[in-house]
């Protein structure tokens, strides 16, 4: 008996090395078949266009075939479940953004968050606060002039997520107070402000672009913007602790995903961070191009998962 046990075990032995083996090797020649990048939201989106661009500045730096494939729904919750079904091998790539983070807490996806390695923080889009560049609610003085003046009574815009935290962190380290109106999209909450029937809407640098009625009263970031050298930061003037509020967008693989193939990526996406098509495609409107690896970006995941449950909580 004590034979054939010994026998069974190392049969078991030798297949997990066999497999272990059969794993590094094909993680050694990745990639070997298309690599499918999974966006979380419809075609025609930002993220989309982004995953897009992505593929097509990738074609100078690798042979590797990319196929973009969209599969929305639920918050992102069909994307991430489809990425974390399949092998931890790297052929499936998915596009993120800080949205997936909110949607994850404020909806309870049923997917842990480290279910992913967050393999790539590569867009910094900081965050910014806007109003009707024809009222007389114009600038961060005035807003916050106002929201003492009308304690709860004034009015602020976005859609759910992370533009209403931000909403929140603003009126918590100014200590104002304030309305919160939800809208299903960024476009309705701006018409909202342009009309003045709202007085502040939090969004982004890009969503005063082609729209002469709305300006930026301030952003969150360490330092003005070349692009907009007029519009200063919330730091100096005085609203401190929010100089790193951003909707970043990266990649995610599969937890557990070989490191080799891991590193693979890094050299790509390190090479998509130099290429000046990538600068200039998102440079244009405002948003930073950076290059944050996995470890310092899976902490930074944990941390808004923490941050998001505090404030949905509130």
């Given at each position: ?14 297949f997990c090395l066999f497999a272990e083996g059969q794993q590094d090797a094909a993680a050694a020649s990745f990639p070997e078949k298309p690599i499918r990048v999974v966006v979380y939201a419809g075609a025609g989106g930002q993220l989309d266009i982004t995953a897009r661009k992505f593929v097509e500045i990738a074609a100078k730096y690798t042979n590797a075939t990319f196929v973009v494939e969209n599969k929305a729904g639920a918050g992102g919750l069909v994307g991430w479940e489809y990425v974390v079904s399949q092998p931890a091998d790297g ?224």
């Amino acid at each position: 008996m004590k034979k054939f046990l010994f026998t069974v075990l190392m049969v078991a032995l030798t297949f997990c090395l066999f497999a272990e083996g059969q794993q590094d090797a094909a993680a050694a020649s990745f990639p070997e078949k298309p690599i499918r990048v999974v966006v979380y939201a419809g075609a025609g989106g930002q993220l989309d266009i982004t995953a897009r661009k992505f593929v097509e500045i990738a074609a100078k730096y690798t042979n590797a075939t990319f196929v973009v494939e969209n599969k929305a729904g639920a918050g992102g919750l069909v994307g991430w479940e489809y990425v974390v079904s399949q092998p931890a091998d790297g052929y499936n790539l998915m596009a993120v953004t800080k949205t997936l983070i909110a949607n994850h807490v404020k909806d309870e996806f049923d997917v842990a968050p480290m279910s992913l390695d967050w393999i790539a923080f590569l867009i910094n889009d900081a965050e910014a606060i806007i109003t009707n560049a024809n009222s007389k609610i114009r600038t961060i003085q005035d807003i916050i002039a106002d929201a003492k003046a009308r304690a709860g009574q004034q009015i602020w815009v976005t859609p759910p997520g992370v533009d209403e935290v931000m909403t929140y962190k603003f009126w918590d380290k100014t200590g104002i107070s304030g309305k919160y109106v939800p809208y299903d999209a960024g476009g309705q909450a701006m018409a909202a402000v342009i009309g003045q029937q709202a007085q502040v809407y939090v969004g982004n640098p890009v969503d005063v672009r082609g729209k002469p009625d709305l300006m930026m009263a301030a952003i969150s970031a360490e330092k003005r913007f070349a692009q907009f050298p007029d519009v200063p930061t919330l730091k100096e003037l005085g609203v401190h602790g929010l100089d790193a509020e951003s909707f970043w967008r990266g990649f995610a693989v599969k937890a557990g995903t070989p490191a080799n193939v891991v590193a693979w990526y890094d050299d790509l996406f390190a090479k998509l961070t130099a290429d000046p098509d990538w600068k200039q495609f998102n440079e244009k409107d405002g948003m930073e191009v950076v290059h944050i690896k996995k470890d310092k970006f899976n902490t930074i995941i944990e941390s808004e998962i923490k941050d998001f449950k505090a404030y949905f909580n509130k």
